[in-house]
């Protein structure tokens, strides 16, 4: 549940109505309330979530018969906004081989983007990394630290964490175990702790390509990732996952089964309780072939007319397509962030961390 975008905010918390399937002769409690029947021949009633956490049990008071759910509620989401960056490594590449003339990060074409679109609209940047180049010409072990106190200094809206070794094989870790998964996290968090300080790294996360099992899932969670990003949707014939994921599978959506996700797409979060994992959905690629500069604030009006998925809003880009050596650049990239962060700004979306947003202790009324 995600503020105004689910129930009435109120002095108490959120009220919402919960609506329970149940044979026609049931006499449906909620917490001990009495249900009533709608239109449709289900039952409702309204309940008030007084925290982030809200165990629910209807139960039908004729046979005993009955069901638990846990609602969670993400006080701090509501009218925020996220925006990443997956298969980040060239501008750290580029800042190394630049140590010894660069006076700042942000001399960097990439991150002086970014930190334009801070300046101008208060927008924040998380960035997923890569560990090395595919070629093996660069990996974070070679990388300077002369930049941490820089990045530490801009901790607060400039941030990191694990993406995967390298951008090749695709899917490198949809059937790989705990201890590779660990192995590889490890192996990337270390040097970039000693790269940009341990105040510009976070427990949330996009693993690449969004693929892996439960037991890979269960090392990042047990590397301190508490939230997973990505698509959650489904192949439906698009040309770029071809060969990738057949018709009607699950993309970019880690160890979820087909029920969880057709859920997820239509919402902003999803919470596996056995695994205490936060799963949050990235709305928009903003590198997409088909989503030009001018047809960013489009895509995002549509979205916004949809309250249950846009009551937080993330988005992701890619990094590479914002170099013209790169066979898929794309000339209006820094247009497309901007247009993104002014829109924004003009609906009255805060920037956030999402480390931030899965930390909030109760109602922020």
Not at 18 to 45: C, D, H, Q, T, Y
Not at 127 to 134: E, Q, V
Request: glycine share 8%; aromatic share 12%; proline share 4%.
């Amino acid at each position: 549940m995600v503020g105004g975008a689910d129930g009435a905010v109120c002095d108490g918390g959120l009220m919402i109505t919960a609506v329970i399937a149940a044979r026609a002769g049931a006499a449906v409690l909620v917490n001990g309330m009495p249900a009533r029947r709608n239109a449709e021949g289900l039952f409702e009633v309204d309940v008030l979530l007084d925290g982030p956490h809200n165990r629910l049990e209807a139960t039908d008071a004729t046979t005993g018969a009955g069901e638990t759910v846990t609602v969670y509620v993400f006080w701090r989401a509501w009218r925020t906004y996220r925006f990443t960056v997956d298969d980040f490594i060239r501008s750290f590449q580029n800042l190394n081989e630049h140590r010894d003339v660069y006076g700042s990060i942000f001399e960097d074409p990439y991150l002086g983007l970014f930190r334009d679109a801070h300046l101008l609209y208060g927008s924040r940047v998380h960035i997923n990394a890569f560990y090395g180049t595919d070629d093996g010409a660069f990996d974070l072990s070679m990388m300077t630290d002369r930049f941490r106190p820089e990045f530490e200094a801009n901790a607060d809206w400039l941030s990191f964490s694990f993406h995967a070794l390298r951008e090749h094989p695709d899917q490198p870790y949809r059937s790989a175990g705990y201890e590779t998964m660990k192995r590889d996290c490890m192996r990337a968090v270390g040097e970039l702790r000693r790269v940009v300080g341990d105040a510009a790294l976070r427990d949330t996360t996009t693993l690449h390509w969004g693929a892996s099992n439960l037991e890979g899932a269960r090392a990042l969670r047990a590397m301190g990732y508490r939230a997973l990003c990505g698509y959650f949707t489904f192949c439906r014939g698009e040309p770029h996952y071809e060969g990738c994921y057949e018709q009607g599978e699950p993309i970019v959506s880690y160890y979820l089964k087909q029920e969880q996700v057709a859920n997820l797409e239509h919402r902003c979060f999803w919470v596996d309780t056995r695994e205490d994992i936060v799963f949050a959905r990235l709305h928009m690629v903003l590198n997409a072939g088909d989503l030009t500069a001018d047809r960013v604030a489009p895509f995002l009006d549509a979205l916004y007319a949809r309250p249950a998925e846009s009551g937080f809003i993330q988005m992701v880009i890619h990094e590479q397509h914002f170099y013209p050596d790169y066979t898929a650049y794309e000339s209006d990239y820094r247009e497309r962030i901007m247009e993104m962060a002014r829109w924004m700004q003009e609906h009255g979306y805060r920037p956030v961390s999402l480390s931030d947003v899965i930390a909030a202790p109760g109602p922020a009324v």
